[in-house]
């Protein structure tokens, strides 16, 4: 079956991280960008990352640059959001999102969603 | 604020053509193509529309998208119930380098 499985998600406090994982699976991985997008609660999408099928080509939103790193391991056909420096803004129910190319790139769009991990910041 | 501009909501009766607006500029619509992706109460958004205009597969035909300078258009002709849920447009920002999402429209079937 083609699907994703994010995990990861829980309660953490202010200024703490996470790591979050999606794991691959129906599909070859190492052929596709990957990205991660989040929804607050009641709120919109907000794209935060996203990775090039080789690691060549990496962004970030400007809300997460210089606190989140995206990764992946096409051995174990799976992506990873380590968010450092967690603030309430952060809380969020976290997307994987399978690009449908290799590379990121203006023409691009999401074929595959992940059902989701929820991360919530709180004291 | 959104880099991109929906109205937060949209409404018709059953058999009705409604349609979504997305207001962007330059920098994302007015240079890239748009995405459309609706999505259920408690479920992962669906790709609805790719490439502006193109339908993937599964999805009816009464649905249809366009783009003209710097707005796009979400259609649904022959308003069904089931069509009742939230909308988002998305498009590459080339100043921000990276994928932008509207504020998402609530459509509500009367």
């Known amino acids: 079956e083609v699907q994703l499985v994010e995990s990861g998600g829980g309660l953490v406090q202010p200024g703490r991280s996470l790591r979050l994982s999606c794991a691959a699976s129906g599909f070859t991985f190492n052929e596709f960008a990957m990205h991660w997008v989040r929804q607050a609660p009641g709120k919109g999408l907000e794209w935060v990352s996203g990775?090039?099928?080789?690691?060549?080509?990496?962004g970030y939103a400007d809300s997460v640059k210089g606190r989140f790193t995206i990764s992946r391991d096409n051995a174990k056909n799976s992506l990873y959001l380590q968010m450092n420096s967690l603030g309430a803004e952060d809380t969020a129910l976290y997307y994987c999102?399978?690009?449908?190319?290799?590379?990121?790139?203006?023409?691009?769009?999401?074929?595959?969603w992940g059902r989701g991990t929820l991360v919530t910041v709180s004291s | 604020q959104s880099v991109l501009t929906q109205p937060p909501s949209a409404s018709g009766t059953p058999g009705q053509r409604v349609t979504i607006s997305c207001s962007g500029s330059?920098?994302?619509?007015?240079?890239?193509?748009v995405n459309w992706y609706q999505q259920l109460p408690g479920t992962a958004p669906k790709l609805l529309i790719y490439?502006?205009?193109q339908r993937p597969s599964g999805v009816p035909d009464r649905i249809s998208g366009s783009k003209s300078g710097t707005s796009a258009s979400l259609a649904i002709s022959g308003l069904q119930s089931e069509d009742e849920t939230d909308y988002y447009c998305?498009?590459?920002?080339?100043?921000?380098?990276?994928?932008?999402f509207g504020g998402g429209t609530k459509l509500t079937v009367l």
């Open positions: 990775i090039s099928w080789n690691r060549g080509s990496i």
């Open positions: 330059s920098s994302n619509i007015g240079s890239n193509t």
């Open positions: 490439s502006s205009n």
């Open positions: 998305a498009v590459w920002d080339d100043s921000l380098n990276g994928p932008v």
């Open positions: 999102a399978k690009d449908y190319r290799r590379w990121l790139h203006p023409n691009w769009y999401f074929d595959l």
